[in-house]
């Protein structure tokens, strides 16, 4: 069983950044391949980002060129760097395996002027 503890979501004006941080507990933390996912009211979960074991990144295209997803294997958490940010980018983001597990409690992240 994974457990996944989101933070540093906030309040943010458009044009600003964010960084997403994801504890992950699980005794093999290097080998599992670790997604971005968000939220937005009324729409369907998606994918934003993945990295899998060895760095290679991928991302949605609505992100791409704003975010980066990295990882560090010591201390079991990945992360998300969010610039540029648009309202669109507003919603609740979740980190998880990819494929996902069970979630976490998920961490707010509002794009607002």
């Known amino acids: 069983q994974v457990q996944l503890v989101e933070s540093g979501g906030g309040v943010v004006q458009p044009g600003g950044s964010l960084r997403l941080s994801c504890v992950v507990s699980?005794?093999?933390?290097?080998?599992?391949?670790m997604g971005w996912y968000r939220q937005a009211p009324g729409k369907q979960r998606e994918l934003v980002a993945h990295?899998?074991?060895?760095?290679?990144?991928n991302y949605a295209d609505s992100v791409k060129g704003r975010f980066t997803i990295s990882r560090d294997n010591a201390l079991k958490t990945v992360y998300l760097q969010m610039n540029s940010l648009k309202p669109e980018d507003t919603a609740i983001y979740y980190c998880?395996?990819?494929?996902?597990?069970?979630w976490g409690q998920g961490t707010q992240v509002t794009v607002s002027s």
């Open positions: 699980r005794s093999v933390f290097s080998t599992l391949i």
């Open positions: 998880n395996t990819s494929p996902p597990g069970a």
């Open positions: 990295i899998r074991e060895y760095g290679f990144t």
